[in-house]
């Protein structure tokens, strides 16, 4: 296996497990206590590691939300908390998680030691918030909390690399959304507004960026051996399997 298959194949359960820290309950519960909507908590907790900076700084940093979407979460947040807080709030959540779900997995601490030796490997220039993310401080070193951590780290930087592949592409983050699996329907999620480019054009440019963001991402994946890197997606895939979500 290949770096760059080795982060194609890898795609799947690093989406799987993260959205499934960000469907629990007590994500959602963190939100409340806060006084957040959950809107407003998904901004600030995502770039309030980059500390207390302008919304457009905060748009151009997630790339794929509408600004106006953005700034309407930022400042809501902003009005009660600082979002470098909601930011390590939300990393202490993810710890939690990390520890109560996937700390009884049977090779958590093999799976801990795949996963930080491919996010210490990663190149983080021109993805700030990965890099700002992978410079927080860890506030618990138990197995899970830093499996956890670091499949958070993985989405950014696939995330990341995305946004840099899609402009590479000469793709508008509304048009690389249009052109993704979600269509329209992922448009609508990230705030944006029709009327909504067509499809036709675009694919084209979306498939060659999806393989300069493999491309990317697999630097990261270089760190591991062609084996280390079949048993990672392997323990990815049971992992998934063991909290309950299907391989996409």
């Known amino acids: 296996m290949t770096p760059e298959q080795a982060a194609a194949f890898a795609k799947p359960g690093v989406l799987g497990l993260t959205d499934a820290f960000a469907e629990s309950p007590q994500t959602l519960r963190r939100a409340r206590l806060m006084g957040l909507s959950g809107w407003a908590y998904h901004v600030a907790a995502r770039a309030g590691a980059l500390g207390d900076v302008r919304p457009d700084t905060v748009a151009a940093a997630l ?104 402009r590479a592409a000469g793709l508008s983050p509304l048009e690389a959304i249009i052109a993704g699996p979600d269509g329209e329907t992922g448009a609508v999620a990230f705030g944006w507004q029709p009327p909504y480019p067509p499809l036709g054009p675009l694919v084209r440019r979306q498939v060659w960026a999806d393989a300069i963001t493999d491309a990317m991402c697999g630097q990261a994946f270089a760190a591991l051996d062609g084996a280390e890197r079949v048993e990672l997606v392997g323990l990815l895939n049971s992992l998934l399997g063991r909290l309950g979500r299907r391989v996409a």
Do not use: N, Y
Not at 145 to 155: E, F, I, M, S
């Open 63 to 166: 790339g794929f939300i509408a600004p106006e979407a953005v700034t309407d979460g930022w400042e809501a947040a902003a009005k009660l908390v600082r979002p470098a807080e909601v930011a390590e709030w939300h990393l202490h959540e993810l710890c939690r998680w990390g520890v109560d779900q996937v700390g009884p997995f049977p090779r958590v601490d093999r799976l801990a030691e795949l996963l930080q030796r491919v996010v210490g490997a990663a190149e983080a220039a021109a993805l700030p918030l990965f890099a700002a993310w992978r410079a927080m401080p860890v506030p618990d070193d138990a197995p899970g909390a830093r499996v956890a951590v670091a499949l958070h780290l993985l989405r950014e930087l696939r995330s990341g690399a995305t946004v840099v592949a899609i």
